[in-house]
């Protein structure tokens, strides 16, 4: 009987230790399913202003660790640790994609690593106006996307590249219709010039096209001549009149001789009184010296002054002289005499102004 009742007791013994042993994994696991589910779906995020949000910028080449390293140093996790093992386990580590990313403030290390694993980078809304030079555009363009301003410039100069388009370095400028585009931020070099060519040829639609044909230009072209407008007048009224004059006297074999163009060849976009010294520079861009249009736009011409030269104001103009009371209007003329009489009373002005230059 004491022998049956020891081993009751052992074996009752041995049941406890099992049932403690269990309660003791299953609180181990509940522990560690809590654990794992805090590294999962609690907030890691925290974004510290108003809105609640910002961007994380991933350059093309990026690694994990210089990912993390950026999240770390921007504070935006408060758990680098979690997000850590949650890349490795969701393989993000492996999967590094570039681009600009929205964070918003609490979000899980699941929702963060699931989008930048997918790529779901936030659209850019990219624009460029009163813009000149190559080197202007260039810089400002790599302003807002990840391409450098080099490369952006190497491009516009490469003929070879250019060909693609039908367009060439002085031409190129044509290219670029002044607006509002929507594009990744890790756009290169090359594809946002090809971009720019599919919403150049966009814009120069059948009818655009059918238009410049019918008075006898090409869209290039087009876009040269109000290049010269659009540097000409901010007068947004006179532009057409103002187109009118110069393809008088293009259709008159004359030459246009226009102060911009001078401006531009010269590279002195300061000058207010073009003298002798500046119209006797040697340069293909000086209409003053040399017929016809010059080899490319000398600006990025607005929409506005392509639309003012596509629909012209048709007149017998073939002079303009800026007014004397410097309000940015012009004065047109017919004649030569009549020209010389507006001419005069603008000099006058500029020299009471006491501009010389």
């Given at each position: 009987?004491?022998?049956?009742?020891?081993?009751?007791?052992?074996?009752?013994?041995?049941?406890?230790?099992?049932?403690?042993?269990?309660?003791?994994?299953?609180?181990?696991?509940?522990?560690?399913?809590?654990?794992?589910?805090?590294?999962?779906?609690?907030?890691?995020?925290?974004?510290?202003?108003?809105?609640?949000?910002?961007?994380?910028?991933?350059?093309?080449?990026?690694?994990?660790?210089?990912?993390?390293?950026?999240?770390?140093?921007?504070?935006?996790?408060?758990?680098?640790?979690?997000?850590?093992?949650?890349?490795?386990?969701?393989?993000?580590?492996?999967?590094?994609?570039?681009?600009?990313?929205?964070?918003?403030?609490?979000?899980?290390?699941?929702?963060?690593?699931?989008?930048?694993?997918?790529?779901?980078?936030?659209?850019?809304?990219?624009?460029?106006?009163?813009?000149?030079?190559?080197?202007?555009?260039?810089?400002?363009?790599?302003?807002?996307?990840?391409?450098?301003?080099?490369?952006?410039?190497?491009?516009?100069?490469?003929?070879?590249?250019?060909?693609?388009?039908?367009?060439?370095?002085?031409?190129?400028?044509?290219?670029?219709?002044?607006?509002?585009?929507?594009?990744?931020?890790?756009?290169?070099?090359?594809?946002?010039?090809?971009?720019?060519?599919?919403?150049?040829?966009?814009?120069?639609?059948?009818?655009?096209?059918?238009?410049?044909?019918?008075?006898?230009?090409?869209?290039?072209?087009?876009?040269?001549?109000?290049?010269?407008?659009?540097?000409?007048?901010?007068?947004?009224?006179?532009?057409?009149?103002?187109?009118?004059?110069?393809?008088?006297?293009?259709?008159?074999?004359?030459?246009?001789?226009?102060?911009?163009?001078?401006?531009?060849?010269?590279?002195?976009?300061t000058i207010k009184r073009v003298l002798d010294k500046h119209i006797a520079f040697d340069s293909p861009y000086n209409t003053y010296k040399y017929k016809g249009l010059p080899p490319g736009p000398i600006c990025v011409p607005s929409i506005s002054?392509?639309?003012?030269?596509?629909?012209?104001?048709?007149?017998?103009?073939?002079?303009?002289?800026?007014?004397?009371?410097?309000?940015?209007?012009?004065?047109?003329?017919?004649?030569?005499?009549?020209?010389?009489?507006?001419?005069?009373?603008?000099?006058?002005?500029?020299?009471?102004?006491?501009?010389?230059?």
């Amino acid at each position: 009987m004491a022998k049956t009742a020891s081993k009751r007791n052992i074996s009752s013994k041995k049941k406890k230790g099992i049932g403690i042993a269990f309660i003791i994994l299953l609180v181990i696991a509940i522990g560690g399913g809590l654990y794992a589910y805090k590294k999962i779906y609690k907030p890691n995020v925290h974004v510290e202003n108003e809105k609640g949000n910002s961007f994380l910028y991933i350059h093309t080449g990026s690694s994990f660790e210089q990912v993390l390293s950026s999240l770390t140093q921007n504070k935006y996790l408060q758990d680098p640790e979690s997000f850590q093992w949650m890349a490795v386990k969701m393989n993000y580590t492996n999967n590094v994609k570039p681009g600009k990313y929205k964070i918003k403030d609490g979000m899980s290390n699941r929702e963060l690593i699931t989008m930048l694993r997918a790529g779901n980078q936030t659209p850019i809304k990219l624009t460029f106006n009163n813009i000149r030079l190559k080197n202007k555009l260039a810089s400002d363009v790599s302003k807002q996307i990840e391409a450098d301003s080099t490369d952006i410039l190497n491009l516009l100069n490469d003929d070879a590249f250019l060909s693609q388009f039908n367009l060439d370095k002085q031409t190129v400028v044509a290219m670029f219709i002044p607006n509002t585009y929507e594009m990744y931020w890790n756009t290169s070099a090359e594809d946002f010039l090809k971009k720019m060519y599919k919403e150049y040829d966009k814009f120069w639609n059948d009818k655009r096209t059918a238009q410049a044909k019918s008075i006898g230009f090409t869209p290039v072209q087009i876009s040269i001549i109000a290049s010269i407008v659009e540097e000409e007048s901010q007068n947004k009224k006179e532009r057409p009149t103002i187109a009118g004059v110069y393809i008088n006297r293009l259709n008159k074999g004359m030459l246009l001789q226009a102060d911009p163009t001078v401006k531009f060849a010269v590279g002195d976009f300061t000058i207010k009184r073009v003298l002798d010294k500046h119209i006797a520079f040697d340069s293909p861009y000086n209409t003053y010296k040399y017929k016809g249009l010059p080899p490319g736009p000398i600006c990025v011409p607005s929409i506005s002054a392509i639309e003012s030269v596509l629909n012209y104001e048709k007149h017998e103009y073939i002079y303009f002289c800026a007014k004397e009371d410097f309000s940015g209007s012009h004065n047109f003329a017919r004649t030569i005499e009549q020209h010389n009489k507006n001419a005069d009373k603008y000099r006058a002005a500029l020299n009471r102004n006491k501009i010389m230059k």
